[in-house]
Structure formats: structure tokens, C-alpha cells
């Protein structure tokens, strides 16, 4: 397929969990992808190989950039909910750094006159209420089952401005796609074969799904 033809796909936040994996089993002759990151040596570091990645950009390159040609943003980016211990003024920065990061996006999405750039953007399971029996299958309507007579959990906090903030960029024409993802224990064992991915078959298809209708 000639590079012209191929759907152009922004990543960001790709270095972590989800992007490393992702970037290594798309199908590089429909994608043409490009990365985006906090720091251009951690982008070249995590895919030395290039790995069908054809450009690298720093937050400051992503923001001055013509998004003319883009056709689809995936959000991944956003200070890890594990590892390090939940004080307040790390709060602030998981909120801080999805927040920031996703109105960039939604800026970008906004800046393209010639087309709709689609919005992929990051978000988890926490969107839904909490389970009161074992093997509860989630629905939409989850979410109006939140437990309504105590405030929400910090995440379900966090899930709902960031999600607010992915929405913002239908404003613009943009389709937007949340992920609500769950807890990623092993890509091969629980991202790609589990779960939330199941029904799509494979993240890829999964993925293509997203971009393609
Ligand atoms: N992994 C899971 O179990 C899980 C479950 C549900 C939802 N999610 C969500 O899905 C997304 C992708 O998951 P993941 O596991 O791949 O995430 P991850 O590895 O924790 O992080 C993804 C990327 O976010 C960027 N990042 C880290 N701290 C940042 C900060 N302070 N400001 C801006 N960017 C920052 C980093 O990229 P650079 O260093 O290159 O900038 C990192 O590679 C995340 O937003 C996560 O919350 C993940």
C-alpha cells in the first residue's frame, strides 16, 4: 500500500504498557505511525528498532505540529495509577497529566480544517460501578448503578473529568472512543486474549474497528 493510502496514527503516550505492545503486532502497511512522548531519547530507546514507527515527537513537536494529514489520535499518556503511593499531591498529578494530555489532543483535533481526526483516548473500568456479585457482566447501564449515596471513588473521579475532556473534541466534528480497560496483568495472557478484548476478537481488530466505522 503506498504511504499516502495508509491511516495515519498518532500515539500518545506510547512507550508504556499498552503502546510498546500495540505499536508491535499493528499492521504496518494500513498504519502510519507516529509517537509521541515526554522524552524524544525514551521514544528511540523504547522502539531502537523503529519498529514501523516513522516519526518521533516530544509533547512541544506534537503541539507546533500540522495535523493536516492525521487521522486518528490514540490518547494512552497519563502518570501510572500503580507503583507509586496515592498521596494527594500525587493525585494531582495522575489527574493533571490525563487531563493535560487529553486537551492537547482534543486542541489538535480541533486545528484539522481539512478532516475529522478521530479520538481514541484512554480510560478504565472504574467508568462502571463496582460489582456485587461474582461474574457480573458490565453493561452501559453500569454506570447508572453507581452507588449514588456516597461520593464517587477517587477514579471514578479522575474517569469522569477525563473522559469529559476525550468528549470535548466531538465538538469539533471528531468521533471519540473511550477505552474503559481493564486491569492489564500480562499483554499476552490478559490485554490481548481476555476480558474486555474478547468480543473484538484481537486488539488489532479491535483497533481497526475503532478507526474504520
Ligand atoms: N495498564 C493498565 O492496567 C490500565 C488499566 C486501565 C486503564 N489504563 C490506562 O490506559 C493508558 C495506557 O496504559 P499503560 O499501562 O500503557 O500506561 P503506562 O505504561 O503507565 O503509561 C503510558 C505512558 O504515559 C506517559 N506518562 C507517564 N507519566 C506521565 C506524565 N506525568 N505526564 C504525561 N505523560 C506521562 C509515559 O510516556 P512518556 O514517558 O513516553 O511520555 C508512559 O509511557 C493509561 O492512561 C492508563 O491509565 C491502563
Redesign the pocket.
Known amino acids: 500500500m503506498d504511504s499516502s493510502n495508509k491511516t495515519s496514527l498518532v500515539i500518545v503516550?506510547?512507550?508504556?504498557?499498552?503502546?510498546t505492545e500495540l505499536i508491535r503486532i499493528l499492521d504496518k502497511t494500513k498504519y502510519r505511525i507516529t509517537i509521541v512522548?515526554?522524552?524524544r531519547e525514551?521514544?528511540e530507546r523504547t522502539f531502537p528498532h523503529g519498529d514501523g514507527v516513522e516519526d518521533y515527537m516530544t509533547w512541544d513537536d506534537f503541539e507546533k505540529a500540522d495535523a493536516k494529514n492525521w487521522h486518528v489520535i490514540l490518547n494512552?499518556?497519563?502518570?501510572?495509577?500503580s507503583g507509586t503511593p496515592w498521596t494527594d499531591a500525587y493525585k494531582q498529578?495522575m489527574i493533571y497529566?490525563?487531563l493535560?494530555?487529553t486537551n492537547m489532543c482534543v486542541k489538535k483535533c480541533g486545528s484539522s480544517t481539512q478532516h475529522k481526526i478521530r479520538l481514541i483516548n484512554?480510560?478504565?473500568?472504574s467508568a462502571y460501578g463496582f460489582y456485587t456479585k461474582p461474574f457480573h457482566r458490565f453493561t452501559e447501564k453500569d454506570r447508572d448503578r453507581r452507588d449514588t449515596s456516597s461520593p464517587p471513588t477517587f477514579l471514578q473521579d479522575l474517569i469522569d473529568q477525563w473522559e469529559e475532556a476525550a468528549f470535548k473534541a466531538e465538538a469539533f466534528g471528531s468521533p471519540v472512543t473511550v477505552?474503559r480497560?481493564?486491569?492489564?496483568l500480562d499483554m499476552k495472557e490478559a490485554f490481548f486474549c481476555h476480558g474486555y478484548w474478547k468480543g473484538f476478537g484481537s486488539a488489532k481488530l479491535f483497533l481497526d474497528t475503532c478507526i474504520c466505522y
Open positions: 503516550g506510547a512507550t508504556g504498557l499498552v503502546g512522548g515526554r522524552s525514551k521514544l494512552l499518556a497519563g502518570a501510572s495509577v498529578t497529566s490525563r493535560n494530555a484512554a480510560s478504565a473500568v477505552l480497560t481493564g486491569v492489564v
